[in-house]
């Protein structure tokens, strides 16, 4: 019975490593090619190298890190073709997940997703990129859940667990970019109306127009006229000492250990 219980214990460690590494991913905390070390996650995160050690192989699993044939860990890395595709997938997801949120979300929620439309632009405007970045995710993953569709999301999930990381070539090197206002405003208003048709479209008008700029800069990247220790570079450098550099003590929280029930009664 003791062998069955630790086992659980160790499992549940696992999934609470892997959650906090996944849910990093997705909101951009980490550089596509960010490169970790197992001695060194475990260390911050306050586990035993064996939890860490099956999350990462778990993400790895899930094209959210890569594993090289020297055991080096890093972050993974999308091309332009890879971006595309996927942007073509998140605009049929991200979409359906949109449209059914209009008929679900509650006011309270408008009004959050209006103060990280907010966060956001003030972000952008102090140049502090990695705020921005942030607000971003917290914007369109509240919208999503908003759709009280769990599968829908955890398949946009496993797609942003790709394409958080390469949110920060965004800033400050492609800012999104709009011709008129911002898409955010356009969904704020659609929401406001409960116009499940026109919060789709201004969702996939955002995908699109605002994603103008990076997929320049991926165009870029793929003729080898920049790099990504440039854009990291030059980020630092522009964010000044708002900058949250790449080292990963700053972005994951320890994990404490949860005793089970039966060894909090012994």
Not at 120 to 147: D, I, P
Not at 238 to 255: H, T
Request: with cysteine; aromatic share 6%.
């Amino acid at each position: 019975m003791d062998g069955h219980i630790g086992l659980v214990s160790r499992d549940n460690l696992t999934g609470r490593v892997y959650q906090e590494l996944r849910n990093a991913l997705m909101e951009g905390r980490f550089w596509p090619g960010h490169r970790f070390k197992i001695r060194e996650l475990a260390a911050l995160m306050n586990v035993s190298e064996t939890p860490v050690r099956e999350a990462v192989v778990q993400l790895v699993c899930e094209k959210g890190l890569d594993m090289q044939v020297a055991r080096s860990i890093t972050v993974a890395s999308l091309t332009l073709a890879q971006y595309l595709e996927l942007r073509s997938i998140r605009l049929h997801l991200e979409g359906m997940a949109a449209e059914r949120a209009a008929g679900k979300i509650s006011d309270r929620v408008i009004r959050k997703l209006a103060r990280y439309h907010e966060e956001l632009v003030e972000a952008e405007q102090s140049s502090r990129w990695t705020k921005a970045v942030t607000a971003n995710w917290e914007f369109h993953h509240t919208l999503y859940k908003s759709a009280e569709m769990p599968e829908l999301l955890s398949m946009i999930e496993n797609i942003w667990l790709r394409n958080g990381p390469l949110s920060n070539y965004m800033y400050p090197h492609a800012v999104p970019s709009y011709e008129n206002r911002h898409q955010h405003m356009n969904i704020l208003d659609a929401l406001q109306n409960r116009d499940a048709a026109g919060v789709r479209q201004a969702l996939q008008d955002d995908l699109v127009e605002g994603g103008r700029p990076l997929v320049r800069l991926l165009e870029r990247m793929d003729l080898g006229e920049v790099s990504p220790e440039e854009l990291r570079r030059t980020r630092e450098n522009s964010e000044g000492a708002l900058s949250d550099k790449s080292g990963a003590s700053a972005r994951l929280p320890a994990i404490t250990r949860r005793k089970s029930p039966s060894a909090a009664s012994a």
